[in-house]
């Protein structure tokens, strides 16, 4: 699937989501302007820091849930406070919101896992030193020739 779709499948949850509990349940959205209450650098400070933002700005902090979403998850914590207060006003800031939450959190925990390093590959590590040289007056046979070939995944376990 592309991008694009995804988004749009995204946004689709998102509005039944929002229908079903504005119908059944009798929650109430807000309808504040976000634009009337910050600005774009809010927007990078919030996508690029989450954490740091909901610290040290005016959003609203909560309880025990409210603190452990901002430790473990402060994307998809930002993503909910967004559909809450602004979700009849500027639904495409808040799908934006969610799209950066699904990413930022799916490829924070892929570079964690690949240990830092989000091209790593476990298939294929090759070493080969034969033809290194040290500079500085060493002598060749001072040299470590070393050669790593991993074929199989279960080889690297």
């Given at each position: 699937?592309?991008?694009l779709f995804k988004?749009?499948?995204v946004f689709?949850?998102?509005s039944m989501g929002s229908a079903i509990m504005m119908r059944d349940f009798g929650i109430e959205f807000g309808d504040i302007n976000y634009w009337q209450n910050h600005g774009?650098?809010?927007?990078?400070?919030?996508?690029?820091?989450?954490r740091l933002t909901l610290l040290f700005s005016s959003v609203a902090t909560g309880g025990l849930l409210w603190?452990?979403?901002?430790?473990?998850t402060p994307r998809f914590l930002v993503a909910y406070l967004a559909t809450i207060a602004y979700w009849q006003t500027n639904?495409?800031?808040v799908v934006i919101s969610w799209v950066m939450a699904i990413g930022g959190?799916?490829?924070e925990k892929t570079v964690v896992i690949n240990r830092g390093s989000?091209?790593?590959s476990k298939r294929t590590v090759v070493l080969n030193n034969s033809n290194h040289r040290h500079q500085g007056g060493n002598s060749p046979t001072d040299s470590i020739e070393a050669e790593f070939k991993v074929k199989n995944e279960s080889d690297l376990d």
């Open positions: 699937m592309n991008t988004i749009f499948i689709l949850l998102l774009v650098f809010f927007l990078i400070f919030i996508t690029l820091f989450p603190w452990l979403a901002w430790f473990i639904p495409v800031l959190e799916s490829s989000p091209f790593r």
